[in-house]
């Protein structure tokens, strides 16, 4: 089975700087997908960055990063120029490219104080 | 375009009753889950289905039964509520699977007294 491991249950970041939240995953599958979701207050899930395991390219999505190491099975986000905004919980997520589930890991949350 | 609908958003319930959540999505999505989210244990899938007609055992199966009876709706179930089963829960669904994304309802939180 595979399972996803975030090692920082809280995190906090001040407004403007970098933030990295990490995240490692287990699997003996060599094709998957890894996400990054945010869960504001509102308690809404929201997708942040995809990551496909054939890509070697690391993912962007404007201030959100990822650096994607496959050997390692280390899968790290990245926010830079951190804003209010962005204070959620943040969920790394596993799924196999042949599968129908999603494995999520336990969350990180991310406090941006001004 | 509602998206992922879940109802109710909030409920009370005591001990040994019965409840039912739907979950309607109108995105002809083929794939439907339910997890659980509790403090410290990130998302837990209890449920999901692939298809009309079918569904799936998750991670944490136990004391919740579950329906696709048509495509557009996932109804989860709890038959004799513990307090065990206090929790968040959140209806998902996606295409297909290739494209991995899941698509969140707002959730819906129980309480078991």
């Known amino acids: 089975a595979q399972t996803v491991t975030q090692s920082q249950p809280e995190m906090s970041v001040q407004e403007a700087e970098t933030v990295t939240l990490s995240c490692t995953y287990d699997?003996?599958?060599?094709?998957?997908?890894l996400f990054w979701y945010k869960q504001p207050p509102s308690r809404q899930m929201i997708l942040v960055i995809r990551?496909?395991?054939?890509?070697?390219q690391n993912a962007t999505e404007n201030r959100f990063s990822v650096n994607f190491q496959k050997a390692a099975k280390s899968f790290s986000l990245k926010i830079s120029d951190s804003q209010l905004g962005d204070t959620a919980m943040y969920f790394c997520?596993?799924?196999?490219?042949?599968?129908?589930?999603?494995?999520f890991g336990e969350g990180t949350q991310l406090t941006v104080n001004p | 375009n509602a998206g992922v609908t879940q109802t109710p958003k909030f409920r009370v319930l005591k001990t040994g009753q019965s409840m039912t959540l739907l979950c309607a999505q109108d995105?002809?999505?083929?794939?439907m889950y339910w997890y659980r989210q509790d403090p410290g244990m990130g998302l837990r899938l209890i449920h999901y289905?692939?298809?009309?007609?079918?569904?799936a055992k998750g991670e944490v199966p136990d004391g919740y039964n579950v329906s696709r009876l048509k495509k557009q709706n996932f109804l989860l179930g709890l038959e004799s509520a513990a307090p065990s089963q206090t929790s968040v829960y959140f209806c998902?669904?996606?295409?297909?699977?290739?494209?991995?994304?899941?698509?969140f309802g707002e959730g819906s939180r129980l309480t078991v007294l």
């Open positions: 289905s692939v298809g009309e007609g079918t569904t």
């Open positions: 997520a596993f799924g196999e490219t042949s599968g129908s589930r999603l494995t």
């Open positions: 699997t003996s599958e060599n094709n998957y997908y």
């Open positions: 990551q496909e395991a054939y890509k070697q």
């Open positions: 998902a669904s996606r295409l297909i699977r290739v494209t991995g994304e899941l698509f």
């Open positions: 995105m002809n999505h083929e794939y």
